[in-house]
Structure formats: C-alpha cells, structure tokens
C-alpha cells in the first residue's frame, strides 16, 4: 500500500501500474492481483490507510478549537500537513481518474463521506445553537469545506508559489473574528406556562 501511495503522488494515475507499484515495492506484480484483486482496488486501500491516519490525527487537532478563529487555524495547519505529506494528492489522482473510470465514483464519494461527518460534527460542537448555525447548517458548511478544500488543494498543483491558496487561509483567518457574534451561542427559551 505504500508502494502503491508512492507512485500514485509521483507518477499520477495514468502513470499508477501494476508493474510500476511492484517496482517501487521490490516485489513480483503479480502480487497486486493476488492480495488486492487488482491496481484500482489496491489504490483505494492506499487511499484508506492514509485516510484513517490523517483522521486520528485531524481529529486530535481539530478538537483543541473552541471559537471559529481557532478552528481556521487547525484547518490552515491540516491543509499545510496534508500538502506537505502529499495526502491529498491521493484522493485528487483519483478524484481525476474517475472522470474515465465512472466505477470509481461511487467508491470516492463513500470515502468522503466520512470527512463530511467529521467537518459535520466539529462545526456542530464549535458553532452549534449560534445565529450561524442557523443561517448555515452545519451538514451544509460540512459540504462546501470539503468541496472547497477538494477545489483549493487541486489549485494548489497550479498555483507555484501557492500565494493564492495561502492568501484564502489568511482571509478566513481575518474574516473568523469578525464572525464572532454570529457564533456566540443562542440562550435556550423557556416556554411559559399556561
């Protein structure tokens, strides 16, 4: 599976083959067949490994937000130790390669649906009961972070110097606190009694 994750952050899909995952492994690509049915399915464990291994670790840096400004600072530095790792690049490569391979499209959304929940659920326990929370749903934010996050790290590939992927994180960043009001929470109403 390392082999596998390797090659596809270096070659690309269209350069991902049983062969060249074999080489990069030190083993017979025969292999790749035998244990995992084929490269496809092969990549998609890759893409699990290092999706459960990036999970444990967002969600231990995620769970240190307490208010929007620290929760756009945990996101700046996953984005940072994703691209730097080359984690993203995986679930890109075959995000790409499921425009010509339709069957792997259903596989990929199924895999981001758990980082739909994750986002979910940290929105939820950081801006939950808020006049925010009701403008926008948590579940909705959830969507558009992913998909903007999918659409930045992309752009990333193109932007070189990576000012303009940088210069969106310190837009949040100036943006969260004057944010503030919206995610103080909403007292409870009491309902009077008749």
Request: aromatic share 6%; charged share 25%.
């Amino acid at each position: 599976m390392e082999a596998a994750a390797h090659t596809l952050r270096t070659e690309g899909y269209a350069g991902t083959s049983a062969r060249t995952i074999a080489k990069a492994a030190g083993c017979n690509s025969a292999l790749v067949f035998y244990h995992f049915g084929g490269v496809d399915p092969l990549l998609l464990a890759a893409l699990d490994h290092s999706s459960q291994q990036r999970m444990a670790a967002h969600r231990e840096a995620a769970a240190r937000a307490k208010t929007l400004e620290e929760l756009v600072e945990a996101a700046t530095a996953i984005y940072r130790t994703d691209l730097e790792g080359g984690h993203i690049t995986l679930f890109t490569e075959l995000v790409g390669a499921s425009i010509a391979r339709p069957e792997l499209r259903e596989e990929i959304v199924a895999r981001a649906e758990p980082w739909i929940d994750f986002v979910e659920q940290t929105l939820d326990r950081v801006i939950g009961g808020s006049p925010l929370a009701s403008l926008m749903p948590p579940r909705d934010l959830a969507y558009a972070a992913i998909t903007f996050y999918l659409g930045v790290n992309l752009f990333t590939h193109l932007d070189a110097d990576r000012t303009r992927t940088e210069a969106l994180f310190g837009l949040a960043a100036r943006v969260a606190p004057r944010a503030r009001l919206l995610t103080m929470k909403l007292p409870l109403r009491r309902t009077r009694r008749t």
